[in-house]
């Protein structure tokens, strides 16, 4: 079946120091890749996404690319800020073409960043 | 609102009880999924409904749990007779597709402690 795996947190780092967050998926077919940020006190939201290899999906500075031939989609981010201290989850939905529906999530890391 | 809505937003329950948790989908989502999410687990797949299609209960980690969507909208998740293992956040989360996209968007959760 899919699954997912991501670094154990948690994740402390200082204000613009780069971010990397790794994770790995097993899957059948040709899955897509996402990852999600869980704000403090807030619901899980996407934060980027990729649907096929070698796509790189964006947002607020962060990104991920979707490799396949390692079978990853490691999130990275420049410089962090101190708003970026959340919980990311990396996640799948299996791309089968027969109506997959189902995300499957990895364990989350909590980042927190400090001023 | 505009968002997906889950309430009780917390709930303190006796070992043995039943309880419901409630979700209301933003309005137009056909799929709606519930979640699972304990302490240092990561999200948990429990149950999925696609429009008038049967929902995917593969999910539901044992027959206490079950769930329905009455008229396409609104979805209850009952759990009769709790154990202390149920105790953790449920979230609930729309999308307007099959799920394939994957930009799901997820509810802030219920929080079930289980005494």
């Known amino acids: 079946g899919n699954s997912v795996t991501q670094m154990e947190g948690p994740v402390t780092l200082s204000e613009e120091a780069f971010l990397t967050i790794n994770c790995t998926y097993t899957?059948?077919?040709?899955?897509?890749l996402f990852w999600y940020v869980q704000y403090p006190g807030e619901g899980l939201q996407l934060l980027l996404k990729?649907?096929?290899?070698?796509d790189k999906g964006s947002n607020k500075g962060f990104e991920a690319t979707y490799r396949k031939e390692t079978t990853s989609f490691h999130l990275e981010k420049g410089s962090v800020q101190v708003s970026d201290s959340a919980v990311y989850f990396c996640?799948?939905?299996?791309?089968?073409?027969?109506?997959?529906?189902?995300?499957?999530f990895g364990k989350g890391t909590k980042l927190s960043v400090i001023p | 609102g505009a968002g997906v809505s889950q309430s009780p937003s917390n709930k303190v329950t006796e070992k043995g009880k039943d309880v419901e948790l409630r979700c209301d989908p933003i309005?137009?989502?056909?799929?709606l999924y519930w979640y699972r999410q304990s302490l240092g687990q990561g999200l948990e797949f429990l149950i999925y409904?696609?429009?008038?299609?049967?929902?995917?209960k593969s999910g539901l980690p044992s027959d206490r749990f079950s769930a329905e969507r009455t008229g396409g909208s609104v979805s209850t998740l009952t759990i009769q007779r709790t154990q202390q293992e149920d105790s953790a956040v449920y979230l609930c989360?729309?999308?307007?597709?099959?799920?394939?996209?994957?930009?799901?968007?997820f509810g802030e959760g219920s929080r079930l402690t289980v005494l």
């Open positions: 990729a649907t096929k290899a070698d």
């Open positions: 309005s137009g989502h056909t799929a």
């Open positions: 996640a799948l939905s299996g791309n089968s073409g027969a109506g997959s529906y189902q995300l499957t």
């Open positions: 899957a059948t077919g040709y899955p897509s």
């Open positions: 409904f696609q429009g008038n299609s049967a929902p995917d």
């Open positions: 989360a729309s999308t307007q597709s099959r799920g394939r996209t994957g930009e799901l968007f």
